[in-house]
């Protein structure tokens, strides 16, 4: 296994620590990405077990529901603002964590574009990359 995987926010409150190997790394271009990055897209590195990860500091956390109908958990800092990390009620194991929250944010390697017929035409991501109409199935 190489190195853990850390991050956090951008003002330090809510830090993490992986000692496990993401099994998924996505752009998604759904609207509740795009609107709580700001942006045209969200990118995710997602990890398959929440006993591999430690979390210091208190994240707030909001509770939206995906596309799917499950409830997704967005955890962000209370002081910055920053979001940090997700996780899925209907998969309870996996976390979820920004790409821009880790430490070396040059680690995060996009395997696909989920929910991509959303994105707009603005938000170009690399051409290379699979698109997907939606998530793929767990």
Request: glycine share 10%; net charge negative; with cysteine.
């Amino acid at each position: 296994m190489s190195d853990a995987y850390t991050g956090g926010c951008a003002c330090g409150a809510v830090r993490y620590e992986i000692s496990a190997e993401p099994i998924f790394m996505n752009h998604c271009q759904c609207r509740d990405c795009q609107q709580t990055s700001g942006t045209g897209h969200g990118s995710y590195l997602t990890f398959p077990s929440r006993a591999q990860v430690k979390v210091a500091g208190r994240a707030t956390h909001w509770d939206a529901v995906a596309d799917s109908g499950n409830v997704k958990t967005r955890g962000f800092c209370p002081a910055c603002g920053s979001p940090v990390y997700l996780t899925f009620a209907a998969m309870p194991d996996l976390f979820t964590v920004h790409a821009a929250s880790l430490d070396d944010p040059g680690r995060y390697t996009p395997q696909v574009v989920t929910y991509g017929v959303r994105g707009p035409a603005w938000d170009h991501v690399d051409p290379a990359l699979p698109i997907l109409e939606k998530m793929p199935p767990a």
